[in-house]
DNA sequence: GTCTATATTCCGATAGAC
DNA sequence: GTCTATCGGAATATAGAC
């Protein structure tokens, strides 16, 4: 519970990087919500690169935790829940963080793309054996290349968070059931 | 040919749209290569707000004429050069107007997001009456519901624009290629 | 339609006190 | 670890001459 405020400006600057977009807000826009001056996020942050840094490695490291706990659980649950975590992100007006920092890629350092890179790995590696898997079991149709079906899966949830936006809350939903649809056999 | 200030501007001001995003560009990016003035742009589009209309109005147009034209030819060659449209995009480095629109979507005035709504919903039945088309024709497998079909098909493609950024070229065409597959009887 | 010049505001970032 | 104070720069935007 008792988190830093360190931790808050992660949370915080996470939030604003998928609601907003990384150029659209400032670090006042982090200050005045945690009652403190904009010189402390700079201290905890001293650039803006910095902080998208710490959002990157977060992400990573819930990412990790969650592949973790989901070990156990048989492949169909685990779409099921990695699904319903999207739903929550569209739920909370924002989008998808591969989306976000994909859109504003050329605004973030090497260092920052790099983690970028290695968290986006993680998630199509994650879901590449979750499919294959699930094949293996029967639960799920074959199809010719894993990585190309785990590519689209992302593809597609990821953007309707983005889309939905632009249209309206049904599309998410429609979308969301048909993946696992689809997938089902 | 011969295109006007005003024209260069749009033109410019959607690359550097999707290519960094609405929050990242300046007057300044626009008014150098154009080698004017940044008060010239602001003559044709005294906001960025206006900018951001005519960009979208602009691919509103397009989408018309390129749907017009489009119109004789059978949905499989239809699918095809929507596809590779796709393509262009990504080798030219940026990502698909949609999901730029919509990763900056609380940074656009209500007249835009009316416009980009209104562009978006064009692409949308477009793709849903190809697919229904494609169905009827014997040439598509049927899916159940032909929104939802296109939806799919639209996010994991323009979202395949971003994601690429992270990870691989390769992991385009594994997509691209796999959409009509899919789809194809 | 484009220019010079400038107003204004905001942003990322730093110095130094507490 | 947070503060006050401030710097330097860049951004959007406008006024008025040509």
Same mark, same amino acid.
């Given at each position: 519970?008792?988190?830093? +405020?360190? &931790?808050?400006?992660? !949370?915080?600057?996470?939030?604003?990087?998928?609601?907003?977009?990384?150029?659209?807000?400032?670090?006042?826009?982090?200050?005045?919500?945690?009652?403190?001056?904009?010189?402390?996020?700079?201290?905890?942050?001293?650039?803006? !690169?910095?902080?998208?840094?710490?959002?990157?490695?977060?992400?990573?490291?819930?990412?990790?935790?969650?592949?973790?706990?989901?070990?156990?659980?048989?492949?169909?649950?685990?779409?099921?829940?990695?699904?319903?975590?999207?739903?929550?992100?569209?739920?909370?007006?924002?989008?998808?963080?591969?989306?976000?920092?994909?859109?504003?890629?050329?605004?973030?350092?090497?260092?920052?793309?790099?983690?970028?890179?290695?968290?986006?790995?993680?998630?199509?590696?994650? $879901?590449?054996?979750?499919? !294959? &898997?699930?094949?293996?079991?029967?639960?799920? %149709?074959?199809?010719?290349?894993? %990585?190309?079906?785990? $590519?689209?899966?992302?593809?597609?949830?990821?953007?309707?968070? !983005?889309?939905?936006?632009?249209?309206?809350?049904?599309?998410? +939903?429609?979308?969301?059931?048909?993946?696992?649809?689809?997938?089902?056999?």
């Amino acid at each position: 519970m008792a988190s830093s +405020t360190r &931790e808050k400006i992660i !949370q915080l600057g996470d939030d604003l990087l998928r609601k907003q977009g990384f150029n659209a807000f400032s670090y006042a826009d982090i200050s005045k919500p945690l009652q403190i001056k904009n010189a402390a996020v700079h201290y905890h942050f001293p650039s803006k !690169q910095d902080l998208a840094f710490a959002i990157a490695q977060w992400h990573k490291d819930v990412f990790d935790r969650f592949s973790r706990k989901m070990a156990t659980k048989e492949p169909k649950d685990r779409l099921k829940t990695f699904l319903n975590f999207y739903h929550s992100i569209h739920l909370s007006e924002k989008v998808d963080i591969i989306g976000a920092f994909a859109t504003d890629w050329y605004s973030l350092g090497p260092n920052v793309q790099t983690e970028v890179q290695e968290f986006t790995e993680l998630v199509i590696e994650w $879901l590449t054996e979750l499919i !294959q &898997e699930g094949m293996d079991l029967g639960q799920f %149709r074959k199809t010719q290349n894993t %990585r190309t079906t785990a $590519l689209k899966i992302l593809s597609s949830i990821f953007a309707s968070t !983005q889309l939905v936006r632009i249209t309206s809350d049904q599309d998410f +939903t429609r979308v969301k059931n048909s993946i696992l649809e689809e997938l089902l056999n």
